[in-house]
C-alpha cells in the first residue's frame, strides 16, 4: 500500500522534506545495520548535509540508532545505522468471522508476542472491538515499547475513509471499526483487506525489490492482491483483487451473494472442505498414493478441482498483467503439495510452457495478514516498509 506523488502535487519544502525523510529512513531499513550516511547520500542522490540533517530528527525521533563501524583501514570508522527496534512497536490483527488474532511486530518486522480470542457467531463490530482492545492492550503492555500505530486486517472492502464498506464473511455493510478501535486503544487505527495486508507482507520480504506478484488468499473467501512493480495495486476504489464472486467458467451452483457460478463455490475453503474439519487437509496433502476412505478420496477431489479452478483465474490475471509469480495464502495452505502441483498442472494446459511458473505458499504463513496489516500500519504513518530478509 504504497503512496505515490502526484504531479497536480506541489513540491513545497514541507512535502519534500517528507518525501526526503522516508527515502534516508527506507534506505536505513534496507540497509540492516550496515549503512553509513554517505552511503544513504550515495544511493540516494541527496546532498550529505540533507542526510544529516534527517538523519539527526531521525536520531532524536527514537527512529534510528548510530553505532560504530570496525575499522577498515585508514582513518575513523564510518558510524552506521539501523533502525531503533527497542523504543517503538505496532499492533497487528487479524479479524476473522470466528476469531481475532492480534500481536506485536518491531519496526524491523520482528513479530514478537501473539494471542488470539474466539468471536460470538455473527460478530458485530462492537464485538470485535470488545474482543481485541484488551488483547492488544495486554500485548502492549507486556511489550513496553511506545505503540506506533496498529494495523487490523479484515475480510472485506475497505474504503479511503477507514470504513469497512462490505464484508461478507462477517454480514457487515458500511461498519465503522477504525473509529471505536482508535478511541478504545489510544492509538492510530489503519484498517487494510485481508489479502491486501498478505501482499504487503510479500512485498516486505521480496528478494528482489521491485518484484511483481499475483497473491491469493483463500479461507472462508476468495481475494487477491496485485503487486506491480513493487507496489501493491489497489484499484481506484480500493476494490482491485475482489475476485470471489467472480464466474471464469469453473462452476455452475448458486453462490451465497445470490449469484450463480462464483469462483467462491468450488474453490474457498468451505467449498473444499463440504463440513469435514480443515485438518482433514494435512490427510491427503501429499499428492500420489493410495488414500484410506471414500471421505479422503472425496475431500482430494476438491481439492485438486479448486486447483484447476484457481489456475483458471490466474491464467487471466496473469495473462492481462504479465506476471508469473504467485503466492497462495490462507488456511488452504494445508492442502500442500496437492493444491500447488493441481493448480501447476492446469496452467501447463491453458498456457505457454514459458509461461508456467510453479506457485509458492505465502512466506509468514499463518502471520502473512498481520504482519501485513502492521506493514501497511507502518507505511501509513512512517512512509516506510521494512524489509525481512
Same mark, same amino acid.
Given at each position: ?257 445470490? +449469484? ?84 501447476? +498442472? ?44
Amino acid at each position: 500500500m504504497t503512496r505515490s506523488v502526484r504531479i497536480t502535487e506541489k513540491a513545497t519544502p514541507a512535502v519534500l522534506r517528507e518525501r526526503n525523510t522516508e527515502l534516508v529512513l527506507q534506505s536505513v531499513l534496507a540497509g540492516g545495520g550496515t549503512v553509513s550516511r554517505a552511503d544513504i547520500a550515495r544511493s540516494t542522490g541527496l546532498a550529505r548535509a540533507v542526510v544529516s540533517q534527517i538523519m539527526e530528527g531521525l536520531v532524536s525521533r527514537r527512529l534510528v540508532v548510530e553505532e560504530a563501524g570496525r575499522p577498515s583501514g585508514r582513518g575513523k570508522p564510518a558510524t552506521l545505522l539501523r533502525i531503533d527496534t527497542e523504543r517503538h512497536c505496532l499492533l497487528m490483527a487479524d479479524v476473522r468471522p470466528a476469531e481475532v488474532l492480534g500481536g506485536v511486530v518491531g519496526l524491523d518486522g520482528a513479530i514478537g508476542a501473539t494471542a488470539r480470542t474466539a468471536l460470538p457467531a455473527r460478530p458485530r463490530g462492537a464485538d470485535v472491538v470488545a474482543a481485541l482492545v484488551p488483547m492488544l492492550t495486554a500485548l502492549a503492555g507486556d511489550d513496553r515499547r511506545a505503540v506506533l500505530s496498529a494495523g487490523i486486517a479484515v475480510p472485506g472492502i475497505v474504503s479511503p475513509e477507514q470504513r469497512v464498506i462490505e464484508a461478507l464473511q462477517l454480514r457487515w455493510r458500511d461498519v465503522d471499526l477504525a473509529g471505536p478501535l482508535a478511541a478504545a486503544l489510544g492509538h492510530e487505527v489503519v484498517l487494510v483487506n485481508d489479502a491486501t495486508a498478505v501482499g504487503m507482507s510479500e512485498l516486505s520480504v521480496q528478494s528482489r525489490a521491485g518484484d511483481s506478484v499475483i497473491v491469493l488468499h483463500i479461507a472462508g473467501g476468495i481475494g487477491s492482491a496485485i503487486l506491480l512493480d513493487g507496489r501493491v495495486h489497489l484499484g481506484e476504489r480500493q476494490r482491485a483483487g475482489e475476485v470471489g464472486h467472480i464466474d471464469v467458467g469453473v462452476s455452475d451452483r448458486r453462490c451465497e451473494c445470490g +449469484r450463480r457460478g462464483c469462483l467462491e463455490t468450488v474453490a474457498s475453503l468451505p467449498a473444499v472442505l463440504a463440513g469435514a474439519p480443515v485438518e482433514l487437509l494435512d490427510a491427503v496433502s501429499s499428492p500420489g498414493g493410495a488414500l484410506a476412505t471414500p471421505e479422503l478420496e472425496a475431500l482430494a477431489a476438491r481439492v485438486d478441482h479448486a486447483g484447476r479452478s484457481l489456475a483458471a483465474l490466474l491464467c487471466v490475471q496473469a495473462a492481462i498483467l504479465d506476471i508469473g509469480d504467485v503466492v497462495i495464502d490462507g488456511p488452504i495452505r494445508r492442502a500442500g503439495e496437492r493444491l500447488l502441483d493441481a493448480i501447476e +498442472r492446469e496452467l501447463a494446459v491453458r498456457l505457454p510452457p514459458s509461461d508456467v511458473r510453479r506457485p509458492r505458499f505465502s512466506t509468514m504463513a499463518e502471520n502473512s495478514i498481520m504482519h501485513g496489516a502492521a506493514a501497511t500500519a507502518m507505511h501509513h504513518r512512517l512512509g516506510v516498509i521494512w524489509h525481512v530478509a
